[in-house]
C-alpha cells in the first residue's frame, strides 16, 4: 500500500491544476492555499490556524501573508481580549482569486471523482473516514506517550 506516495500524488496534481492561477495573479501557491484555506474556513483565520490545519511552516505563512497583506488581499485584525493573535481577513481585492480558486478545487473533485459510482463513493468515504479517525487516535496515543514522560525510543 502505497498511501503516502498516492497523497503526494494528489497534491501535485492539484499543484498542477493551480498553475495558471498562480500565473495569472503573480502570486505563490502557498500564497493561493492561504487565501483559499482563509475563505473556506470561517473561523480558522489565524496564522496558527494555517500553520496547525494546513501544514505550511510558519516561517512561510508569516512571509505569505505579510505579502498578501502589503498587495491588498489580507488585512489583520487584532483579537479582542489577546493582544498576541491577529485575525486575517480577505479583502475585496482577494474574492476574484477565490472565486477561481474555489472553481478549480470543484473541477478538481470532480476529475478525480468523475468515473465512480455513487456506492463506490460512499464506501470510499467511510473508509476514509475511519482511516482519519485510526489518525488521530495514532496522535492522541502519541500525545499521551509524551506527556507520560514515555518514550517508545531503547
Known amino acids: 500500500m502505497t498511501i503516502l506516495a498516492d497523497a503526494r500524488n494528489l497534491a501535485d496534481a492539484y ?3 493551480l498553475q495558471p492561477l498562480c500565473r495569472q495573479w503573480q ?3 502557498t500564497a493561493v492555499d492561504i487565501l483559499l484555506f482563509l475563505a473556506n474556513n470561517p473561523g480558522s483565520d489565524t496564522a496558527t490556524d494555517i500553520v496547525k490545519q494546513r501544514g505550511i511552516k510558519p516561517n512561510l505563512v508569516s512571509m505569505h501573508v505579510e505579502r498578501l497583506v502589503n498587495e491588498g488581499y489580507l488585512l489583520r485584525e487584532a483579537i479582542p481580549g489577546d493582544r498576541r493573535k491577529v485575525r486575517l481577513q480577505c479583502t475585496d481585492r482577494a474574492q476574484p482569486v477565490i472565486t477561481q480558486g474555489r472553481n478549480i478545487q470543484e473541477r478538481f473533485i470532480r476529475a478525480l471523482t468523475g468515473n465512480i459510482d455513487a456506492q463506490s463513493m460512499q464506501i470510499f468515504q467511510t473508509v476514509m473516514q475511519q482511516i482519519l479517525q485510526n ?3 495514532i496522535l492522541q496515543e502519541s500525545a499521551a506517550t509524551s506527556k507520560n514522560g514515555k518514550d517508545d525510543r531503547a
Open 27 to 29: 502570486l505563490p501557491r
Open 135 to 137: 489518525a488521530a487516535h
Open 15 to 17: 499543484a498542477v491544476m
